[in-house]
Nanobody, 123 residues
């Protein structure tokens, strides 16, 4: 069974950086668009970034200029570099994937979802 596995979360001070990974072993990786979502305690899930099969990344205004999404097709892994982190970036971060859809789509329309990794930004 295909699974997405996120890693790299942790506790970081405001202004710090983290690099999240989303591994997709066994996927025909090139065919998939990957989305990143996050959910803070007591808040709705937010889609903030995605990267198409062609490597085009999109970002929500809330993370634009601070987060960078990339993919390594040889490693079947997507990387999310997060810089200048703020307390409001705190939440559980999820990776999701959809096959043969070359644009950002909603969480419910994805084909596969990871279990998430917790990011806490606090001094």
């Amino acid at each position: 069974q295909l699974q997405l596995v996120e890693s790299g979360g942790g506790l970081v001070r405001p202004g710090g950086s983290l690099r999240l990974s989303c591994a997709a072993p066994g996927f025909t990786f090139d065919y998939y668009t990957f989305g990143w979502f996050r959910q803070a305690p007591g808040k709705e899930r937010e889609e903030f970034s995605c990267i198409s099969s062609g490597g085009i990344a999109n970002y929500a205004d809330s993370v634009k200029g601070r987060f960078t999404l990339s993919r390594d097709n040889a490693k079947n892994t997507v990387f999310l570099q997060m810089n200048s982190l703020k307390p409001e970036d705190t939440g559980t971060y999820y990776c999701a994937a959809v096959k043969l859809v070359d644009r950002c789509i909603k969480w419910d329309d994805m084909d596969y979802w990871g279990k998430g990794t917790l990011v806490t930004v606090s001094s």
